[in-house]
Nanobody
Framework: QVQVVESGGGLVQPGGSLRLSCAAS????????MGWYRQDPGKQRELVAA???????TYVDSVKGRFTISMDNAKKTMYLQMNSLKPEDTAVYYC?????????WGQGIQVTVSS
């Protein structure tokens, strides 16, 4: 059974930084992708950034140049470094692992950007 658990959210002022972590456990080996999604109440969940075990990354336009996704393959942990945070980045952030056609979601973690 694969599990993913997020950590590192919280409240930060505009312009500040946060680092989210997503630790995966279970039967994980070979090639897989991990990604960060976010969702505001009343809005659709959107992909923020994704990374493969080979290191290929992708970002939504609104976070390019501010967010950096990375992965420690040995620890099976993914990170999202978020800099220059804006109020519109406020959302619940979810981690997802995709492998062999199956997707595994974390429970979500709140990020609030407010003064």
């Amino acid at each position: 059974q694969v599990q993913v658990v997020e950590s590192g959210g919280g409240l930060v002022q505009p312009g500040g930084s946060l680092r989210l972590s997503c630790a995966a456990s279970g039967s994980i080996f070979g090639i897989y992708t991990m990604g960060w999604y976010r969702q505001d109440p009343g809005k659709q969940r959107e992909l923020v950034a994704a990374i493969t075990t080979g290191g290929t990354t992708t970002y939504v336009d609104s976070v390019k140049g501010r967010f950096t996704i990375s992965m420690d393959n040995a620890k099976k942990t993914m990170y999202l470094q978020m800099n220059s945070l804006k109020p519109e980045d406020t959302a619940v952030y979810y981690c997802k692992l995709n492998r062999l056609g199956s997707g595994y979601w974390g429970q979500g973690i709140q990020v609030t950007v407010s003064s």
